[in-house]
């Protein structure tokens, strides 16, 4: 069966391959587009799976939220480039990842992985992303929020994400305490959560350090004290200054609206992922050798 252009339009649009490589299929499927679509998901597939040991350290964190205001989810999606980061095909793919992590509620990634964007399943649609855009994509984490209170949900130019869960208060302020923990990043809600051996370690370190001071013991032990006091409120939400205004903290801010904070949530794009060096001239080799 002869191959038109029309055709290669067809299979190009529905998989996104190279207009070379949709022609190649028609042939060797005698122009049956759906087998020559079958043909390039197997190629895709295997694509994807040679790029799957790069590492993807860029990407960006998308927010779900139902329309009750009672459910939330961000979930972080990685690719290997911040430009693809920026591609309308890979924000597409994370937004409909994110809705169907909303909506499914799953418990992994691994299951999230399962759900379906139209009719095909998440991975599916990965994979052929992967294969369409030529670096690799990975659905890493999600985290989600269910409230009967005020969820607060903020994103800070796709790389960082919050979800604050409140009781008490309204939404502006839900907003404010997310848009805090995006910027200072504290590691706990209050004092009483730091854990145990968490205060232990902190506490032994300065003690080492006061005494290398060479004072009496008594002043060592206020010094301690208080060292101790500044590193708690420092590392929690209700002891560090509020970032919209440093003469208040977050938890004078939070008494003032009556409200409290259950918990919170923060993903950062990439974050513990360990980045490799650019080698320019690695990329341009596999560039030109198709890896």
């Known amino acids: 069966m002869a191959v038109t252009a029309a055709m290669v339009k067809e299979l190009r649009e529905r998989t996104g391959a190279g207009m070379m490589e949709c022609k190649k299929a028609l042939v060797e499927t005698d122009g049956d587009i759906d087998a020559a679509v079958d043909h390039l998901r197997k190629s895709g597939l295997a694509q994807a799976d040679k790029k799957a040991s790069r590492v993807a350290a860029e990407g960006k964190i998308v927010l779900s939220l139902s329309k009750d205001g009672k459910r939330a989810v961000m979930v972080e999606v990685n690719c290997e480039t911040d430009f693809v980061a920026k591609d309308e095909n890979f924000n597409s793919f994370a937004e409909a990842v994110a809705a169907n992590a909303l909506s499914t509620g799953p ?8 759900t379906r964007i139209g009719d095909e399943t998440v991975e599916q649609v990965r994979q052929t992303l992967v294969s369409k855009i030529g670096e690799n994509i990975q659905v890493r984490r999600f985290d989600q929020v269910s409230t009967q209170g005020t969820i607060g949900a903020y994103v800070h130019g796709g790389k960082i994400g919050v979800l604050v869960d409140l009781n008490g208060g309204d939404e502006t302020l839900a907003r404010d305490l997310a848009m805090h923990i ?42 301690v004290s208080g060292r101790l006091r500044k590193h708690l409120a420092g590392i929690t939400l209700l002891g560090q200054a509020f970032v919209k205004d440093p003469d208040l903290t977050v938890g004078k801010l939070i008494e003032q609206n009556n409200a409290s904070v259950n918990g919170f949530k923060r993903l950062v794009v990439g974050e513990g992922i360990e980045k490799q060096e650019a080698n320019f001239a690695d990329e341009v080799m596999q560039q030109v050798t198709g890896g």
């Open 182 to 223: 995006a910027a200072l990043n504290p590691e706990f809600v209050s004092e009483q959560d730091v854990p145990a051996d968490v205060i232990a370690r902190e506490k032994d370190i300065l003690v080492v350090q006061a005494e290398g001071s060479g004072k009496p013991p008594d002043i060592i032990e206020k010094m």
């Open 107 to 114: 418990a992994d990634v691994e299951t999230l992985l399962d």
